[in-house]
């Protein structure tokens, strides 16, 4: 069973900047992706960013320029950095990996952490 365990999140004003870290217990071999998704009241759960196991990145076109997503594979870890934060950016930010399975994946995911940016 994969574990995803994050952390970081939590209340900012508009213009300020968050962290969002995840650890998980797959191993750098089996990802096929591994990012971060969220997901507002009444909406649905959306990309954010996401690393690829070949180093390339994919960001929502709403947080490119703000945001940037980095992975430390030695610890197992994706980061968010989240800046120029807006009010429209609050939402509970969920971890995702994809391991491989068979050609093609497995969604795992974390147990999600709240962001919430005030105007």
């Known amino acids: 069973q994969v574990q995803l365990v994050e952390s970081g999140g939590g209340l900012v004003q508009a213009g300020g900047s968050l962290r969002l870290s995840c650890a998980t217990s797959a191993s750098t071999f089996s990802i096929n992706a591994i990012g971060w998704y969220r997901q507002a009241p009444g909406n649905k759960r959306e990309l954010v960013a996401a690393?690829?196991?070949?180093?390339?990145?994919n960001y929502a076109d709403s947080v490119k320029g703000r945001f940037t997503i980095s992975r430390d594979n030695a610890k197992n870890t994706v980061n968010l950095q989240m800046n120029n934060l807006k009010p429209e950016d609050t939402a509970v930010y969920y971890c995702?990996?994809?391991?491989?399975?068979?050609?093609?994946?497995?969604?795992?995911w974390g147990q999600g952490t709240q962001v919430t940016v005030s105007s």
């Open positions: 995702n990996v994809k391991t491989k399975y068979g050609v093609g994946y497995v969604d795992h």
């Open positions: 690393i690829s196991g070949g180093g390339s990145t």
